[in-house]
């Protein structure tokens, strides 16, 4: 997608006549699957309207390829906020609370049959990881001698063929965006979820959640922000507003996802 950007934008309507609106709040996003797509709409944009409707702000999220985001808010002063970024990316500015949060496991085909509840019950199995899975999650490199075999997929590699050919037993991921990725390609390749090329899959959350942030350019906006998270994580705001996301791959993920 090069640098092409994709620009949506919510207003939050307020009941509160005496109320005063933010100005609209610009904010720099990333195309990853789970979060926001290329119309910068996904589970993260959910739960970003859901938190900016409880303080009556309105907003735009600007969307671009990853890594392209937070360089744009680091040199586009237009930008008052930066969602996702990595820590090692030392971007500038004031971190809010985590407004949502993911969890990674394994994936494998769901005809195997396997009772996995722990990293324990890995014992014996042909594991593949994303790359830097092991410097994430320091559990997995200490369970690692009792695998049959464990390797790293490199960037574009195909999970899914290394699980539908058998080559591996499973997958270590995250199970949302393995689930949207998955079923995007059943709908892309005018497949049917559940034939011999697009077998069943299932999930199971193995690993801590993992939380993600938004960087403002200004305290002040962090602050307030992290006042509208808590008073809309509090009336469930967030949950109801991400589950029309995650639903329709619950057969895969099961209740794995957070509920924000």
């Known amino acids: 997608m090069g640098l092409t950007r994709m620009v949506l934008t919510f207003a939050g309507i307020s009941l509160l006549v005496a109320s005063v609106a933010r100005a609209d709040m610009k904010i720099a996003v990333p195309i990853l699957s789970g979060h926001f797509n290329q119309q910068a709409d996904g589970r993260s944009a959910g739960a970003l309207k859901a938190i900016f409707d409880a303080c009556d702000t309105s907003f735009t999220l ?35 609370d985590d407004f949502i949060h993911s969890r990674n496991g394994v994936a494998f085909l769901a005809s195997k049959g396997l009772k996995i509840e722990t990293l324990a019950d890995l014992k014996g199995l042909r594991v593949l990881g994303f790359g830097g899975a092991i410097e994430l999650f320091p559990n997995l490199a200490e369970a690692l001698p009792a695998f049959d075999s464990y390797w790293e997929a490199p960037a574009g590699f195909a999970s899914r063929l290394a699980l539908v050919n058998d080559d591996v037993d499973v997958f270590i991921t995250d199970g949302l965006i393995f689930a949207i990725d998955y079923m995007d390609q059943v709908a892309l390749n005018g497949a049917e979820y559940g034939d011999a090329n697009w077998p069943r899959m299932k999930f199971v959350a193995l690993f801590q959640e993992l939380g993600d942030k938004l960087h403002f350019r200004r305290k002040a906006d962090r602050d307030r922000f992290n006042g509208c998270l808590k008073q809309a994580r509090e009336t469930g705001a967030i949950a109801e507003a991400t589950k029309p996301y995650v639903e329709p791959y619950k057969e895969i993920v099961g209740d794995s996802v957070p509920d924000y």
Do not use: M
């Open 62 to 96: 600007v969307s671009s390829r990853w890594g392209q985001h937070w360089q744009d808010f680091e040199t586009d002063k237009s930008f008052d906020a930066v969602a996702i970024v990595w820590d090692s990316a030392g971007v500038s500015g004031f971190p809010g």
